[in-house]
């Protein structure tokens, strides 16, 4: 396969698992940093919208960049190069991109949020004790989403290339 149609595809990769990790990390860091604080009523629920949009935005972004950066079927085939087509090499795989993508996706959402709160002279937690907990939800959704859903993108993405089995041939004996 030419260089420009794997381009082509590893960036119709990164902006579909960009689009989908955006949006469920963003969910799961903002409702364990805020929805807390809006169940016991000393935030708005707006704030939770706010904080999404802005946050989904951010994300999505890094994500992005992180995606043209760095070539994660590369990354990903030179760690399992030795390992044999299956399951285990699949969670390796996952593992991978999941400790590439969330701890930078979720540090960054986690500083955002913290200078936002900041700069409205809102006290609350140091930095790490935020991250901390974001970060362990994270990994795991992103671990969890990344296994279910980079092998569905990969295969639609082959299937929209004209990449992949090709359907049988008609028997034309009859």
């Known amino acids: 396969m ?3 149609k794997m381009k082509k595809i590893g960036f119709k990769m990164s902006l579909y698992m960009g689009l989908t990790l955006s949006l469920f ?3 799961t860091g903002v409702c364990s940093g805020m929805l807390k604080q ?9 704030a939770m919208i706010g904080s999404f949009v802005s946050g989904y935005i951010i994300s999505f972004i890094i994500s992005m960049i992180i995606g043209v ?3 994660m079927n590369k990354v990903t085939q030179n760690a399992t190069k030795n390992m044999g087509e299956g399951i285990k ?3 390796v ?3 991978i991109s999941d400790l590439i993508y969330t701890p930078i996706i979720s540090a960054a959402m986690v500083a955002f949020a913290y200078m936002s709160n900041v700069r409205k002279g809102i006290t609350g937690p140091p930095y790490i004790v935020m991250l901390i907990p974001s970060l362990i939800a994270c990994l795991i959704v992103g671990y969890i989403l990344i ?5 569905m993108f990969m295969k639609n993405i082959m299937k929209q290339e004209g990449i992949g089995p090709k359907p049988p041939m008609p028997d034309h004996r009859s």
């Open 2 to 4: 030419d260089e420009r």
């Open 25 to 27: 990390l963003t969910i």
């Open 38 to 46: 809006v169940l016991s009523g000393n935030l708005p629920p707006q």
């Open 69 to 71: 950066l760095i070539p």
């Open 89 to 91: 090499k699949r969670c």
């Open 93 to 95: 795989e996952t593992l």
């Open 147 to 151: 296994f279910i859903f980079q092998p």
